[in-house]
């Protein structure tokens, strides 16, 4: 849509006229792709079939009697062979084991990585992965939680999807369905998915998943099954939704999410998540290295859509949505709320557009995190486009917080974050930005895109927007 893409820099030797006898015989190793599920079972094996696609090498999948595993064999343009990549997923938990042992060079986890795994490497003597540099986020996913087509409800609120899984609501008329008994559906105790909504959902209410509830390894069997069962529900990223119909989620403070895409991207959809590869150091030239850097690179955007995946790329929110965000602050009743900047808050949104790139925070931070850095990239491209094709658009960076402590002292930190944000993308931009390109804005806690009770919602509030006209 914009400027140029530079394409991923220039494979090594071995996928040009040399052989496995040569200096790339190194490369013919067998290397693990260990981890999720939900990345694993499609989206990765199609990765590394379009990588191998795009250096002119060639892929054969070799058959497994284990549906969470396959084995690819890429040879070179002689057919040379080039590496054995050996992809199990068999959960976001075994990812990490696999790297520690050597099993894997990359690990796959739908869930970022826990403190006990960063302990474990440490007493491996790995370094800490949590740094941008061994932590990719590779795209965006939403645990959906869906029912069957039969059933009439479209919205509940996590306080009853906590007590339907927990088994302390066993009825659908008690959350205003039909009367019947539910049945319970969930993703195995490995998967990231499953942490993932446990953390989210069950653990926050110091709940448990019911006993009874039937669990699953594969997420497609896992939807299957509820699409079947007009008394089912289950949850499950968004690439398995198949037949079945996902809920719109309601919180506790009133605010309600529908699972869209835009939603996602901007990490306010409720049980949004980060798809992650976390590697131990990789050598410049390995066929890891560069699975990887293609994985991370927009060459790999089609096949995380065609997989049924988010992209980090740009979505646009229409100006009409976007206004409607306004009755969100509207209704709070801080009396410290300054009410000019209320009112200037309401022009920006009827004049501007929304974009899904989003910018987060710590508790009390102007610090950027990780997935925040690669945005400034994303960003930085698009504000190189518009200067370079000299386009006369105006960007708002609009900082918030959350509503722990006074608007005033809010009002200044979210312009600092606003202010840092632009100081990093026209840093990264590398040109000439005018002044009127890129403004900025800090608006205290006003708009909340979620409740200020729990620290998940706390942080959602932390952010930067991205506004355009």
Known sequence: MYGRVLKA???????????????????????GIYGSNTIGARLMPNLVEAYAASAGASTARSAS????????????????????????????????????????????????????????????????????????VLAMDGILVFVSPKNPLSTLSLD??????????????????????????????????????????????????????????????????????PNGIGFSGFAYLRSAK???????????SKPTTF????EEYPLSRRLFLYTKPLANGTVPANVLRYALSMDARPSILAAGYIDQEFEWLDKGEHMLRFAK????????????????????????????????????????????????QRLARFVRFLVETRQSRTIILAGFTDSVGDFASNATLSLTRAEQVKAAVIKAAGVAVPAETIITRGYSKLLPTACNSSDAGRHSNRRVESWFR
């Not at 075994?94 to 050597?102: E, K, Q, W």
Request: net charge negative; with cysteine; hydrophobic share 40%.
């Open 9 to 31: 820099t220039l494979l090594s030797l071995c996928l040009g006229l040399v052989t496995s006898k040569n200096l790339c015989a190194q490369d013919t190793a067998r290397f």
């Open 65 to 136: 009697n284990d549906p969470e595993q396959v084995e690819l064999n890429l040879t070179n343009r002689t057919g040379a062979p080039l590496a054995q990549v050996d992809i199990r997923s068999h959960g976001s938990g075994t990812g990490i084991p696999a790297l520690i042992d050597g099993k894997a060079s990359i690990a796959m986890l739908s869930r970022p990585i826990s403190e006990k795994e960063t302990l474990a490497l440490q007493q491996a003597g790995l370094p800490d992965l949590r740094s941008a540099e061994y932590a990719h």
């Open 160 to 229: 009853e999807i906590a007590g339907i899984f927990a088994g302390t609501i066993r009825d659908w008329a008690a959350v205003g369905g039909v009367p019947g008994s539910i049945n319970v559906y969930a993703r195995d105790n490995k998967s990231g998915t499953f942490d993932t909504f446990n953390s989210l959902v069950l653990r926050t209410r110091n709940l448990a998943l019911r006993k009874d509830a039937k669990q699953f390894e594969s997420s497609e069997e896992l939807s299957d099954e509820v699409a079947r069962d």
């Open 246 to 256: 996902a809920l719109d989620i309601a919180t506790e403070c009133g605010i309600t």
């Open 263 to 266: 939603n996602v991207k901007s």
């Open 329 to 376: 602050s509207l209704a709070l009743s801080d009396p410290d709320i300054d009410a000019a900047l209320l009112k200037q808050l309401a022009g920006d949104l009827q004049a501007y557009s929304r974009m899904s790139t989003t910018f987060r925070f710590d508790s009390n931070s102007a610090t950027l995190d990780n997935k925040s850095i690669a945005d400034v």
